[in-house]
């Protein structure tokens, strides 16, 4: 059985890629029961990924004065030659700041395109049922697991940390 963890490689230089006054950063994990599960796999519409459904991880970014200055959330999802890992950073209004794709084996390149990867910055994660919508092009299997992985982590996240 495939276990759909992603691996945040390299945070030292990416955090500074998204948020250039950041310092350091907090690994947050929040453990998911069984009826949260319920809830996000329900607004989803799809089951979370083995090794997704026990607990959610982030990174709180911390600048300076250890102010937290954003949200660093490392994700994976199903693609059709393996998993997709990307990385995305959310500012304090929790919006996307930046998007990037971490590691993929897909042979078709749009999701990894800046044009497609642009289509989320800015999304809040109050607007996380709206991820679908945001991308009108063909679907394919890497933009259909950053649009699945986007929502999924957005929607995790915020009915886990209210």
Same mark, same amino acid.
């Given at each position: 059985?495939? &276990? ?12 500074? @890629? ?10 947050? =994990? ?6 949260? @599960?319920?809830?996000?796999? =329900? ?26 200055? $954003? ?12 998993? &997709?890992?990307?990385?995305? $950073?959310?500012?304090?209004? @929790? ?8 590691? +993929?084996?897909? @042979? ?33 299997? $890497? ?7 986007? +929502? ?11």
């Amino acid at each position: 059985q495939d &276990v759909y963890l992603c691996v945040w490689r390299n945070p030292e230089r990416t955090m500074t @890629r998204i948020f250039p006054d950041a310092k350091d950063y907090k690994t947050i =994990s929040l453990a998911i029961s069984p009826e949260q @599960r319920k809830i996000i796999e =329900s607004e989803l519409g799809f089951e979370l990924l083995p090794g997704q459904e026990k607990q959610f991880l982030y990174y709180d970014m911390l600048g300076e004065d250890g102010e937290s200055v $954003g949200t660093i959330i490392a994700a994976s999802q199903k693609g059709e030659y393996g998993i &997709v890992e990307f990385v995305f $950073g959310l500012d304090k209004d @929790r919006a996307i700041k930046d998007i990037y794709v971490q590691r +993929a084996r897909e @042979r078709d390149r749009t999701f990894k395109k800046r044009e497609f990867l642009d289509l989320f910055l800015g999304l809040k994660v109050s607007e996380a049922d709206t991820v679908n919508s945001r991308y009108t092009g063909p679907e394919t299997p $890497g933009t259909k697991a950053v649009i699945r992985g986007v +929502a999924k982590e957005m929607i995790s996240l915020n009915n886990l940390s209210k």
